[in-house]
Each structure stands twice: as structure tokens, then as C-alpha cells.
């Protein structure tokens, strides 16, 4: 079945450490979004991609990094310098538009990171 | 800027109809309704586009009022099902694909 796969789904981290979380889709889909969920704020956008080896900052994307080296892929890294990192981290992806956008995002399952 | 949904919370009984609203301050391309049960993805209902159109899904449907930059959704005769967070994203341009704004969500519960 195709989706979106998000690992792990939860996660503790240390202060001053580094973490990434993996998202992987197989619904060869081009462009891939990276949200973060805080209880009573909805759902921020961090980063985005909408082709290989191309991304583009979110409205919060401050201590945040990605990489889009292959298309079903686009990790995020959570770095030292995100001051609150503790949050739902969603992944989703969408048709490009190259092809015909019906608006929907598919969403991974999720990932919940705590900090210790 | 965040859309602005309201009420933030609703309490039905089976059968019962609610409207959620998504305010906007800034002009829209198009509105995206999402609704996300506790612990799940959030899962597509519709878009809309400018031009005003009303959606519809089963028994939720929504417009979309370009003018006041507001739309709203629309749940009849509600079912147990329809529990969950719903989320309204806003899109500016028609290039944004789903570089969406979204509101703070509105928790819909629905009793038997």
C-alpha cells in the first residue's frame, strides 16, 4: 500500500543534542512538507520541497535542517538551536505541478519528540 | 497570519448539525479541511477554491466566501465518526501547493 512512512514515532532527546526524524513515501509524489503540531496551535509548517535537491524554509524553520537528496525521502533534523523542540512533528507530501494538484496533503503518522 | 476558527470546541449528539468557520485576514486562493482524530493523521475532506463553490462530502460540505475571506463547514445529522480535531488550511496563491496555513483547530465531539 502506498503512503507515508515516519520514523520513529517517539523519541526523547537530551538538551544540546541533535535528532533526526525520517520520512519516507512511496506515493511518488514531488513535493514533501514538514509540520509541527503544538496542543491549541494547529499545525506550523517547518520546511517544504517541492523537487529533488531543492527545499525552502516554512514560517518556523529557525533550529530546524532538511535534505531532499531523493524523492521519497526528506528528512528533518532537529538541532541544538530549536529552543522548545518538544512537539508532534507530521510529514506530509502532495502531488507537484507537473501534475494535476488536487489540494491534498497525505500525512504520515507522525512522530513525537520529547526533551528530556 | 494563522486563520482564526471558531467555535473552538462543539458538543453534538448523534444526528445533530454543526458549522465550523475559518476567518482569514488575508486574501485567499483557496481553503483545505482536515480533520484529525486524537492520536492519527490528519485526513483530507475537501478544497476550495476561489470562486465560491460549495463542496460536498457525504453529509459535510462547506463554502467558501471569497469576499470576507471566510469559509465554513458544514456537518448534518452527525455521526459518532465525525469526533475529532477539524483544521481549516489556507492557501494565498494557486502555487502554494501545500504550503498551507492552518487554524487552531475546532474539537468536535459527538455522543451517542
Known amino acids: 500500500d502506498g503512503g507515508i512512512t515516519q520514523s520513529p514515532k517517539y523519541l526523547f532527546r537530551k538538551e544540546g543534542q541533535n535528532v533526526t526524524l525520517s520520512c519516507e513515501q512511496n506515493l511518488n509524489h514531488d513535493a514533501m512538507y514538514w509540520y509541527r503540531q503544538d496542543p491549541g496551535q494547529g499545525l506550523r509548517l517547518i520546511y517544504y520541497?517541492?523537487?529533488?535537491?531543492?527545499?525552502q524554509k516554512g514560517d518556523i524553520a529557525e533550529g530546524y535542517s532538511v535534505s531532499r537528496e531523493k524523492k521519497e525521502s526528506f528528512p528533518l533534523t532537529v538541532t541544538s538551536a530549536q529552543k522548545n523542540p518538544t512537539a508532534f512533528y507530521l510529514c506530509a507530501s502532495s502531488i507537484g505541478l507537473e501534475r494535476e494538484y488536487t489540494g491534498e496533503l497525505f500525512f504520515g503518522e507522525g512522530s513525537r519528540l520529547t526533551v528530556l | 497570519q494563522q486563520p482564526v476558527q471558531s467555535p473552538q470546541a462543539v458538543i453534538l449528539r448523534e444526528g445533530e448539525d454543526a458549522v465550523i468557520n475559518c476567518s482569514s485576514s488575508?486574501?485567499?486562493?483557496?481553503v483545505h479541511w482536515y480533520r484529525q482524530k486524537h492520536g492519527e493523521a490528519p485526513v483530507f475532506l475537501m478544497i476550495l477554491l476561489k470562486g465560491g463553490e460549495q463542496k460536498g462530502h457525504e453529509k459535510i460540505s462547506a463554502s467558501f466566501n471569497e469576499k470576507k475571506q471566510q469559509s465554513s463547514l458544514y456537518l448534518t445529522a452527525s455521526q459518532l465518526s465525525y469526533s475529532g480535531t477539524y483544521f481549516c488550511g489556507t492557501a494565498a496563491g494557486g502555487t502554494s501547493y501545500g504550503k498551507l496555513t492552518f487554524g487552531q483547530g475546532t474539537i468536535l465531539t459527538v455522543h451517542p
Open positions: 520541497s517541492q523537487i529533488v535537491n531543492d527545499f
Open positions: 488575508k486574501a485567499l486562493y483557496s
